[in-house]
């Protein structure tokens, strides 16, 4: 009795404080990866769908995100979408949130009964192929697990993750016929066009899986990602009976996302080539199998380890990462890794709801850029060489366009040695390929050439002005001037055709000459901040708005400006035409004070009460996710807290439809993340965040002793409720602030940013 009263008074000494309180939820409790999980076009109201997110299993930055897959075609790109009905396996690497058809996929696993089915059927007729029914009400997700049941086999299915390789179990009922198979060919938005397996013993396998542009994936192969996946994989039941699958392809056969999704591509997949007991291939469109007689209830697992540079780094992989077959161990501690990377900012108040939005969509943020490198430090370079890193962790996936905007300057703060490895990572890229520019959107190495502007070079300078300069920076100099000279606005101040290009190219000159600025080099300065102003050149004095141009200077055909198109990106010219984040003086006088705040008020007034896809502040898409901040720089700095209160609210759920659009590698995430703790930029690289109404009543983001002299910088709002949304008055450690803004350099030193919160909104006078 005594021994365990003193067991129980230890425990609550060394538990965290937010620990010992019983009804106390953990903030990785909150975490709900089937937000935003749907790819519906319908349900999202454009033809970008919804979230487009996985539920499947990762750790923070993580190479694997083993994830179900619910559909190989389409516009797809998670392979998961609530909307459809059945399951076709599980896979290692999913992308978040995107849209361009998707790429990885790859190492397809499914369990199944019966006879064995080479290719996956299709929703209507799963059972033509391996894929099976599932129902939600049997399916659960949570930080770095996911299981669901598999209606047509009675098979329960449980997967986690680790950095660099993953392990499923599976649940089979009594059955004479069980297996495990494996598609090798299987990819997201195409096919891997070549693979290589060998069974290395009676319980492991390995080989490789080609992805070539010529296989469709990212941009149906417009976007170049070619790759190769090394695998290792083990069975914890021994291999007694199995065989590999093999389709004859005909060398004209295009492999493309349309017509592997096809029903005549489908049936050479269905008609391959069953070869019983083989030990090794090199094929066009492979697939294994183990079979194996189950009792009732029998648990078989099977890991994979997984590498980009070598089958031999595959296995270095899964031995360092997962020795045993504990697989609740793993979970537990993916767990536990995932808890303490969203403890790096913690919340209190709001409600039970807000909290599930938050913290999940902090996760959402350590997606990606994702490491790409193997356990020991090897990863294939940009001259398709074998590199090895010790200072950095090579990373991938650069969405550029997207995380530019938030998830960068977001990172800045609670995340520096991230924003250092993505620029080290962007930095050997450009040297290694030989290019000696900045990739706009990155994927395993390739420079996919996906959105506009030059992202990369906003990030750099953010970064740099911010004191976060663990790279060359010489080089990062340089090679932001080289992007700039590549991708640019011509001599008269516009990239003939496009709006969206002209302006964000305004914001890059300038970013370029606070970079230079800041690195002594005045003349450069000098001309980019001129070349900066170009934004003015496409403003129509006749239409009172900017308009696209023509090669010859003449305007393009003015259709009105809530008009999608008419040289705007995934945009129209009124969203698009608030796009001037380095100059909002400039703009200002530009428009006139008094026009822009109509404008302002109209484009926010006009929302649809669901915040779906529309055409005034479409928070589904990026390019206006400044605009909302752009009223405290006006002297209105009470709208700016109304409408990013209302964005909080209105924009994000708890469901699959809790994003209005495409969650963007992290971008929608880190916007409601900065907000909602009350600080968002509107100008990455000017080191200022504009100050808001938070959500929550007491913030606490800890901050890296590596690079920051301070320990924790705290939000407050004091009397902060659904009705008292306005910022009555503000403090700075105990100093009255007069303004609407804070630096960068006031947070990471350490501090208290405290606000009285009311119902009565204020001007700035």
Not at 94 to 118: D, Q, R, V
Not at 128 to 144: F, P, Q, V
Not at 354 to 366: N, Q, S
Not at 567 to 592: A, I, R
């Amino acid at each position: 009795m005594r021994l365990s009263c003193l067991f129980i008074l230890l425990f609550f000494l060394t538990v965290p404080y937010s620990c010992k309180k019983k009804a106390d939820k953990l903030p990785v409790n909150y975490i709900n990866p089937f937000i935003g999980a749907s790819t519906s076009m319908k349900a999202g109201r454009s033809l970008h769908g919804l979230g487009k997110t996985f539920p499947g299993a990762t750790t923070p930055f993580g190479m694997i995100q083993l994830s179900p897959d619910t559909r190989t075609g389409g516009d797809n790109a998670p392979g998961y979408s609530w909307h459809h009905n059945t399951i076709e396996g599980f896979s290692f690497m999913h992308l978040s949130g995107t849209g361009w058809y998707g790429e990885f996929g790859n190492f397809l696993i499914m369990p199944t009964t019966g006879k064995l089915h080479t290719n996956k059927g299709n929703d209507d007729n799963p059972e033509t192929g391996y894929r099976s029914h599932y129902s939600h009400s049997n399916e659960k997700a949570e930080a770095g697990y996911y299981e669901v049941l598999l209606q047509d086999y009675n098979i329960k299915a449980e997967v986690t993750a680790t950095q660099h390789a993953g392990i499923l179990q599976f649940t089979y009922p009594k059955n004479q016929q069980s297996r495990i198979q494996i598609d090798l060919a299987r990819r997201i938005g195409g096919t891997s066009t070549e693979q290589y397996i060998k069974v290395v013993n009676d319980s492991t396998i390995s080989g490789w899986m080609k992805c070539p542009p010529k296989g469709g994936g990212w941009g149906n192969g417009a976007g170049k990602a070619n790759y190769t996946v090394y695998f290792v994989c083990r069975f914890n039941k021994p291999l007694k009976k199995y065989g590999i699958w093999s389709a004859n392809i005909p060398k004209t056969q295009i492999r493309k996302n349309g017509e592997v999704a096809s029903p005549a591509y489908q049936n050479l997949i269905k008609n391959a080539e069953i070869l019983q007991m083989k030990k090794e291939m090199t094929g066009k469109h492979l697939g294994f199998y183990s079979e194996f007689k189950t009792k009732k209830d029998e648990v078989i697992k099977l890991k994979t380890g997984l590498s980009f540079v070598s089958i031999d780094n595959a296995k270095i992989n899964l031995e360092y990462e997962i020795p045993g077959w504990d697989f609740e161990t793993i979970r537990n501690n993916t767990r536990n890794i995932w808890s303490k990377a969203i403890d790096l900012i913690r919340i209190e108040g709001g409600n039970e709801k807000e909290k599930e939005i938050f913290y999940t969509a902090l996760y959402h943020t350590m997606i990606d850029p994702r490491i790409y490198s193997d356990s020991n430090g090897q990863y294939m370079g940009g001259d398709n060489k074998i590199h090895k890193t010790e200072k950095f962790k090579y990373r991938t996936i650069f969405s550029g366009w997207d995380v530019f905007r938030s998830l960068f300057p977001l990172f800045t703060i609670i995340r520096p040695d991230v924003v250092d490895d993505e620029i080290n990572s962007m930095l050997q890229l450009a040297e290694l390929s030989k290019r000696e520019y900045l990739p706009r959107w990155e994927i395993v190495n390739s420079y996919s050439g996906c959105m506009l502007g030059n992202p990369a070079v906003s990030v750099i300078v953010d970064a740099y002005e911010k004191g976060i300069r663990n790279y060359d920076v010489e080089k990062a100099f340089q090679y932001s001037l080289n992007s700039i000279h590549k991708f640019d606005n011509n001599e008269q101040g516009f990239t003939p055709g496009s709006l969206s290009r002209t302006l964000e190219y305004a914001y890059n000159n300038w970013c370029l000459a606070r970079f230079a600025e800041s690195l002594g080099k005045d003349s450069i300065a000098t001309g980019y901040y001129k070349k900066s102003k170009s934004y003015k050149s496409v403003w129509s004095p006749e239409v009172q708005w900017f308009r696209t141009r023509n090669e010859d200077g003449s305007w393009m055909k003015w259709e009105g400006k809530k008009v999608q198109g008419q040289g705007c990106t995934e945009s129209n010219p009124y969203q698009q035409g608030w796009f001037v984040p380095h100059d909002n003086k400039g703009l200002t006088n530009l428009m006139g004070k008094e026009f822009m705040i109509k404008e302002l008020t109209t484009f926010f007034e006009r929302i649809p009460p669901d915040f779906l896809w529309n055409d005034y502040y479409n928070h589904a898409n990026e390019p206006v996710h400044h605009v909302p901040f752009i009223f405290n720089e006006i002297g209105l700095p009470y709208l700016t807290q109304k409408w990013t209160r209302a964005i909080c609210k209105g924009a994000y759920g708890t469901g699959i439809d809790g994003y209005v659009g495409n969650e963007d590698e992290g971008q929608m995430s880190a916007w409601y993340v900065l907000a909602s703790i009350g600080i968002h930029p509107i100008s990455p690289g000017d080191n200022k965040y504009q100050i808001t109404s938070p959500v929550f009543s007491k913030i606490t983001i800890q901050l890296d002793p590596d690079y920051y002299p301070g320990k924790t910088f705290t939000i407050i709002a004091h009397n902060n409720s659904e009705k008292n949304i306005y910022i009555q008055s503000l403090k700075l450690n105990g100093k009255k602030l007069n303004r609407y803004w804070i630096s960068h350099e006031e947070i990471v030193k350490g501090g208290v940013l405290e606000m009285e919160m009311g119902n009565t909104a204020l001007n700035v006078k």
